[in-house]
C-alpha cells in the first residue's frame, strides 16, 4: 500500500534555511483566548516579562490573523489548510453525556465533521517524516472519540495534556481529564496546575530524547481560557491595578502604550463600547469584576513565566539559538457568556471541581482586545486578531523585536515551518488519501522585507460570521447582521465606518470573491444565502 508521495516545497527559499547548517528546532506555543493587547510587548499591562524578552529578540507581526475559535484556529494552524478542508468548520469534539451518541458538530458533510479528516495532514506528520522528533503538551482539541484522532495518531510521539477544549486547571477530571500518550490517566494530586504541568512534561519530552536530531514541540496552553483558576501569589499581584483603575482607565492606558510602541497610530480611536462606565457600577460589582480580571491576569502571567523555564531550558542545553520559536493565540479574548461582568459566581473561582466557568465577563474581554471590535468567535478585528512573535536566533538575529506589518493568517505557519525545516509537503498520505494542496504562504519573505503582501485574499468563516480581506478592504458579514459591511483596516481598523454605500463596486467583487470561495472550501453558513 502507498502510503506516501511527497511533494519539496518552495525549494530554492528553503536552501537558504537548509544549506551548510543542522536543520532548526520548531517551538510553536499557543495560548487559547488571550486578548491582542494582553502581553506587554503589544501594550498591556499584564507582566510578561518572558514573552516580551522573546519579542525583542525577534518579529512581532502587527496584523497576524486567526479564526476567532479554538479548534477551527487549531485545525487551520496544524494543517495549513482551511479549517473546513481539515473537516472542523463549526467545532471539534468534546466529552458526550451519553456513550456513543453522535456529536453534534458532526453535520454529515465534509466541512463539518468535528475532527480532523484524512485528506490533511498536521505540522507533526510532515515533520516527523523529515526526521524531527514531534512532542506535544497542552490542549489538543481537534478530536477525541477514538484513538485514530487523538496526537499520536496524527504524528506526535509523545503527548501529554486534554483533549477536549477545556478543563479544570487544578484538578482535570472525566472527560476533561489528562491524557499521557494514549493513556488517560487519573484525576492529578494537588497542588497541580495545568499551565505548570504542560511545561513540565514539554520539556520533560525534549530532555528524555536520546539523539540529536531536531524536534518540534507544540505545546498548547489552556490558559487563559475560562475556568477562572490561578494560584494566589499571581493574583495578588493584580488585584490593587485592577480595582483602582477601572476597565476604562485601562483601556485608555493600553491604547497609548499601542501607539507608542507603533502598534496603532495615535490617532486611532476605540472601536463600539458595549458596557457600562465603570463608574457606572456599584462599589460591590467593581470589587468582584476587578478580581475576576485580576485571576485572567495571574493566568497570563503564569504562561509567561513558563515560557521563560522552557526558554531557560533551551539556553542551558545550548539548543535555544538554532531553534524556531513562534507564539501566538488562538482567538481574540471571549466573552462569553456575553455578560458585561462574567459568567459563573465570583465564589467558584478557583474551585477545582469547575470546568466551565467562571469568566472576566464581555468587558474586560473588549479591554483584553485593545482597540479593536468584538471579540471570540466573530470576524471584527477583535475576534480574529492576534499578537504573532517569530524569534530564531541563527537565522533572525538582526531582528531586535521590529514590527512587521505585512498580513498573515493561521495557514501560513504550516508553510513558514516548511520553508525553514526543508521538510516536504505530501500529495498523499494515510494510505494513499489525496491531500489537499497548502493555501497558506511562508512569512519569511514577509520578514526579511522582501514582499510587502502575501495573499491577494484572505477568508473567514465561522458560526456563520463571514470575512474577507483584499489589501486595504476588508469586507464583513456579522452573525447578527443583515448585510454586508465594508471597512478600509488600514486607515480604521477598528471597524468604526462602514464605508458599503460609498464603494459599492468593491464590496460587490469582495461577496463574490467570498461566495466562490465558500463554495470551494465545504463551507456551509447556517442559513440560506441572501
Known amino acids: 500500500m502507498v502510503k506516501k508521495n511527497f511533494l519539496m516545497t518552495a525549494p530554492l527559499l528553503?536552501?537558504?534555511f537548509c544549506s551548510a547548517q543542522e536543520k532548526p528546532n520548531v517551538v510553536l506555543i499557543m495560548v487559547d483566548d488571550m486578548g491582542y493587547s494582553d502581553i506587554g510587548c503589544y501594550g498591556g499591562e499584564i507582566l510578561t516579562p518572558n514573552i516580551d524578552a522573546l519579542a525583542s529578540k525577534g518579529v512581532r507581526f502587527t496584523q497576524f490573523y486567526n479564526t476567532s475559535r479554538s479548534c477551527p484556529a487549531r485545525a487551520s494552524l496544524m494543517t495549513g489548510l482551511y479549517q473546513h478542508q481539515a473537516g472542523i468548520g463549526q467545532m471539534s469534539e468534546d466529552p458526550f453525556k451519553n456513550p456513543g451518541q453522535k456529536s453534534p458538530n458532526d453535520w454529515g458533510v465534509p466541512?463539518?465533521?468535528?475532527?480532523?479528516n484524512r485528506n490533511c495532514v498536521t505540522i507533526a506528520e510532515v515533520l516527523k517524516e523529515g526526521g524531527y522528533h514531534t512532542y506535544m503538551a497542552g490542549k489538543w482539541h481537534l478530536g477525541m472519540?477514538?484513538?485514530?484522532?487523538?496526537?499520536?495518531?496524527?504524528?506526535f510521539e509523545r503527548f501529554y495534556g486534554i483533549l477536549a477544549g477545556a478543563c479544570s486547571y487544578l484538578r482535570p477530571s472525566g472527560g476533561?481529564?489528562?491524557?499521557?500518550?494514549?493513556?488517560k490517566l487519573p484525576e492529578p494530586e494537588a497542588p497541580y496546575y495545568t499551565t505548570d504541568a504542560f511545561t513540565d512534561y514539554a520539556i520533560r519530552f525534549v530532555d528524555e530524547q536520546k539523539d540529536d536530531k531536531p524536534f518540534f514541540l507544540y505545546l498548547a496552553f489552556n490558559a487563559p481560557h475560562?475556568?477562572?483558576?490561578?494560584?494566589?501569589e499571581d493574583i495578588q499581584k493584580f488585584t490593587k491595578i485592577y480595582r483602582e483603575k477601572g476597565w476604562d482607565e485601562i483601556r485608555e492606558a493600553r491604547r497609548k502604550r499601542m501607539a507608542k510602541?507603533?502598534?496603532?497610530?495615535?490617532?486611532?480611536?476605540?472601536?463600539?463600547?458595549?458596557?457600562r462606565k465603570w463608574d457606572e457600577l456599584t462599589e460591590k460589582e467593581k470589587d468582584e469584576v476587578a478580581y475576576r480580571m485580576a485571576v485572567y491576569a495571574a493566568q497570563v502571567h503564569c504562561v509567561d513565566y513558563n515560557v521563560g523555564k522552557l526558554l531557560d531550558y533551551l539556553k542551558k542545553n545550548r539548543k535555544l539559538d538554532?531553534?524556531?520559536v513562534m507564539f501566538l493565540s488562538d482567538n481574540g479574548a471571549c466573552a462569553e457568556p456575553y455578560a458585561e461582568l462574567g459568567g459563573g459566581k465570583v465564589s467558584e473561582i478557583n474551585n477545582p471541581a469547575c470546568s466551565v466557568f467562571p469568566s472576566y465577563g464581555r468587558a474586560w474581554a473588549q479591554v483584553s482586545n485593545t482597540p479593536f471590535r468584538k471579540y471570540k468567535c466573530r470576524s471584527y478585528e477583535g475576534g480574529i486578531s492576534t499578537p504573532l512573535i517569530v524569534s530564531w536566533k541563527s537565522n533572525l538575529k538582526n531582528k531586535k523585536g521590529e514590527w512587521c506589518r505585512v498580513p498573515g493568517y493561521l495557514p501560513d505557519i504550516m508553510p513558514t515551518i516548511l520553508e525553514a525545516?526543508?521538510?516536504?509537503?505530501?500529495?498523499?498520505?494515510h494510505g494513499g488519501n489525496k491531500i489537499y494542496p497548502l493555501v497558506g504562504s511562508s512569512l519569511f519573505p514577509a520578514i526579511q522585507k522582501k514582499a510587502d503582501s502575501i495573499h491577494e485574499y484572505m477568508y473567514w468563516e465561522h458560526q456563520n460570521n463571514r470575512a474577507i480581506r483584499w489589501g486595504n478592504w476588508k469586507a464583513i458579514r456579522d452573525e447578527k447582521g443583515k448585510e454586508w459591511e465594508l471597512y478600509d483596516v488600514v486607515k480604521d481598523r477598528t471597524e468604526r465606518n462602514n464605508l458599503a454605500e460609498q464603494h459599492p463596486e468593491v464590496l460587490t467583487k469582495l461577496v463574490a470573491e467570498w461566495e466562490k470561495w465558500a463554495n470551494a472550501n465545504f463551507v456551509l453558513p447556517k442559513h440560506p444565502k441572501k
Open 421 to 429: 525545516t526543508g521538510a516536504a509537503y505530501p500529495e498523499t498520505y
Open 14 to 16: 528553503m536552501a537558504s
Open 176 to 183: 476533561r481529564g489528562l491524557t499521557l500518550d494514549n493513556t
Open 145 to 155: 472519540h477514538g484513538e485514530e484522532k487523538w496526537p499520536l495518531q496524527r504524528g
Open 261 to 275: 510602541l507603533g502598534i496603532i497610530d495615535s490617532n486611532t480611536e476605540f472601536a463600539e463600547w458595549e458596557n
Open 322 to 324: 538554532n531553534t524556531l
Open 226 to 232: 475560562w475556568p477562572l483558576q490561578a494560584k494566589e
Open 111 to 116: 466541512g463539518y465533521k468535528g475532527f480532523l
